[in-house]
Nanobody, 123 residues
Framework: QVQLMESGGGLVQAGESLKLSCTTSGLTFAHTAMAWFRQAPGKEREGLQCISWNDGVDHYSHSDQGRFTISRDNAKNTVYLQMDNLAPGDSAMYYC????????????????WGRGTQVTVSS
């Protein structure tokens, strides 16, 4: 059974940083593309970035304006999202998701999702 668990969210002030983590089990992590999405209240879920098995990165949107960086540690079965210079508009539930192949799929094609971690940025 595939499981994904996000952590690292919280309440921060504008301009601060957070690093989200997503630990996984039940999949061949090193062979799987991983991604981060977010969803703010009243808005559609938004794809942010995806990282392929060999560290290639796809940007599904440019709303982070270069402030976010996705990375992975295959030895720890973990994917990260470093978020710098956070703004109130970044407040959302952040979700980790796993694809079903080596390379990043279309944003609508992810199969497995975590429960999310809340990020709240105060002004």
């Amino acid at each position: 059974q595939v499981q994904l668990m996000e952590s690292g969210g919280g309440l921060v002030q504008a301009g601060e940083s957070l690093k989200l983590s997503c630990t996984t089990s039940g999949l061949t992590f090193a062979h799987t593309a991983m991604a981060w999405f977010r969803q703010a209240p009243g808005k559609e879920r938004e794809g942010l970035q995806c990282i392929s098995w060999n560290d290639g990165v796809d940007h599904y949107s440019h709303s982070d304006q270069g402030r976010f960086t996705i990375s992975r540690d295959n030895a720890k079965n973990t994917v990260y999202l470093q978020m710098d210079n956070l703004a109130p508009g970044d407040s959302a539930m952040y979700y980790c998701t796993a694809g079903s192949s080596y390379f990043c799929p279309a944003p609508s094609a992810f199969n497995y999702w975590g429960r999310g971690t809340q990020v709240t940025v105060s002004s």
